[in-house]
């Protein structure tokens, strides 16, 4: 594997790493694009392949004449790639929350994570994973906004090909939770904003639609017990509130559920939940009459930018989800396919919404190998249809 920085250029990157990645406002009059590496790292892991941590360029979703510092994982598998080089699978993490602490690269390859990634390694992909803005490094974190995930992934994949010479043209999106709606808005946009990324297909694993969910912040329970939907809600609302300083979020939440809306403006996805079980935070008594109204800028920016995708899709669901309802899943794949899209749909029975995860990784790196060679999967959208 070859680095494509000579060697004192890669040091000097590295040593102005923290003083660019702490500029949250490069303007694009300098002579940088979207894309472009900053610094990579070494990073330890118990993976088969070489780590590294990947600094670079991506747009920023609300001022689009500015650049945004943004940190990922990259793995390259050990050993000569094939002709043509390392195909590469740009992932995207579930929800992590939005304290700056809460990026995967800062958090480190733990068990499951290893597991993951080393199957898709001795399966001779690359991996580049994104933090997403705002995470790892300085800046607004935009907690489901599709637009700003899809660019990072995007951007994550050329910035992988200016550091690492190994790595061919054929790009997988795949993405969990949160970042399965980023791999679908990428898609949705790799033609228009990156087309030097040839996206392949794309891999939903229990993707959300916040848009188009009624009971996205209320949940489809009774709304005096406590639900998944608040924890979302309080992230949801601390991250418009950190990229928004006009945010009332007293108009959003309970006095009852400040405490915990302020834990998710700093703190991680666990510490959310834990707050919010041990606050006995429900729909009914955490969230104002006026929620919706209130959270309504971010739940405007959670819209996938298009479902007409013109590469396959396959999308994995858990029957047994309960962070992300299964019908929002459902009719999610039937809002695809009504915009035409080729759509595989996987159901893995009485899945929860982590383990669909593995549940469903060698249907994905089935399915990845097929789009690579240029199969078409077997749509599902006839069955689909409403």
């Known amino acids: 594997m070859r680095l494509l920085l000579p060697c004192a250029a890669l040091l000097l990157a590295l040593a102005a790493c923290h003083n660019a990645g702490d500029d949250d406002d490069l303007s694009l009059s300098a002579p940088v694009a979207a894309g472009d590496m900053i610094a990579l790292r070494p990073a330890p892991s118990d ?83 994104t933090d997403y803005p705002g995470l790892g490094e300085a800046g607004a974190p935009l907690f489901l906004n599709a637009r700003s995930e899809a660019m990072a992934l995007l951007d994550s994949v050329r910035a992988a090909r200016h550091a690492v010479s190994d790595l061919g043209s054929g790009v997988v999106l795949q993405g969990h939770d949160e970042g399965a ?138 029957t047994g989800d309960t962070q992300v309802p299964v019908m929002a899943q459902e009719r999610l794949a039937q809002d695809l396919c009504a915009a035409g899209t080729n759509v595989t749909v996987e159901r893995y029975r009485g899945a929860e919404h982590t383990p669909v995860r593995a549940r469903a990784q060698s249907d994905a790196i089935a399915f990845a190998r097929n789009v690579l060679d240029g199969g078409v999967p077997a749509s599902a959208c006839g069955a689909l249809r409403r």
């Open 181 to 318: 709606q980023g791999a679908l808005a990428a898609a949705g946009i790799a033609a228009q904003y990156a087309p030097d990324v040839q996206v392949a297909g794309t891999i939903a694993i229990a993707p959300p639609d916040p848009a188009r969910d009624p009971d996205f912040l209320t949940g489809s329970g009774d709304p005096h017990r406590f639900s998944p939907s608040i924890p979302h809600a309080l992230i949801l609302g601390a991250s418009l509130g950190r990229s928004d300083p006009s945010f009332q979020p007293d108009r959003a939440f309970t006095p009852r559920a400040l405490a915990a809306y302020h834990i998710a403006q700093k703190e991680c996805r666990s510490d959310v939940f834990v707050a919010a079980e041990r606050d006995g935070l429900t729909p009914a008594n955490a969230l104002t009459p006026e929620a919706a109204r209130a959270l309504a800028p971010a739940i405007a920016w959670t819209k996938y930018p298009t479902l007409a995708l013109k590469q396959p899709v396959m999308l994995a669901i858990g």
């Open 47 to 129: 993976v088969p392949g070489t780590t590294y941590r990947l600094l670079y360029r991506s747009t920023d979703a609300h001022l689009p004449n500015k650049l945004v510092a943004v940190s990922a994982t990259l793995i390259v598998p050990y050993g000569r790639p094939q002709r043509g080089g390392w195909p590469v699978m740009a992932w995207g993490h579930g929800s992590t929350g939005i304290g700056l602490t809460c990026a995967p690269s800062v958090m480190g390859i733990g068990g499951p994570q290893a597991a993951f990634y080393g199957a898709w390694l001795r399966a001779g992909f690359a991996v580049v994973a």
